[in-house]
């Protein structure tokens, strides 16, 4: 399979998720202000969620501008990656219906810390295939964001068993540690 087909799948079933999460969204009943806020949980996750969706997207891409070429290892890892946010939707939908309660939270944290670990098993196998000369490696040889973001999930599903908002806040931190695109692979490319 071609790099170019690998990111084409990757974009297409980022989308249908967001797709699916912004459909769980329902009209309000009426037509005031006060309709919308029954809404509120559901939105700000759904909003979360987007953020998060759109930071593996960006990565992704930034990600596959370092390879050359793919194969059956680096396949699997990016379906790896792609299962765990394809539960996404099902995280949003369960944190936004109980209002951020104590077990959604955590489920939504261990689903984030799954995407993690498969975004760095995805990082890892691309390196090794593309050996000692690989852009990624050159661009990624500190993995502090990504060992800190690991650190924090773990604190907020922890977390989040007692203080729920707080846990959040965890996640929250994570987010926008990465919300600022990684300009180590832009870097290492334009140096090359």
Known sequence: MTKGR????????????ITIMVLELKVPEGSSWASLKPMLPKFLAYIFSFIYVGIYWNNHHHLFQTVRKVNGSILWANLHLLF??????????WIGTTG????????YGLGL?????????LENLIIRNEGESSKLK?????????YISIIFYVLGIAT??????IAIGFYYIVALIWLIPDRR????????
């Open 100 to 107: 951020f309660a104590e077990n959604p939270v955590a489920t």
């Open 113 to 121: 810390i799954m995407c993690a670990i498969a975004y760095t098993i």
């Open 6 to 17: 690998l990111e084409a799948f990757s974009d297409g079933v980022l989308a249908i998720i």
């Open 185 to 192: 692979i832009e870097k290492s490319l334009k140096d090359n």
């Open 160 to 165: 989040s068993f007692f203080y729920p908002y």
């Open 138 to 146: 050159e661009a990624i040889h500190s993995k502090t964001k990504e």
């Open 84 to 93: 765990w946010l394809s539960l996404m939707p099902i995280a949003t939908e």
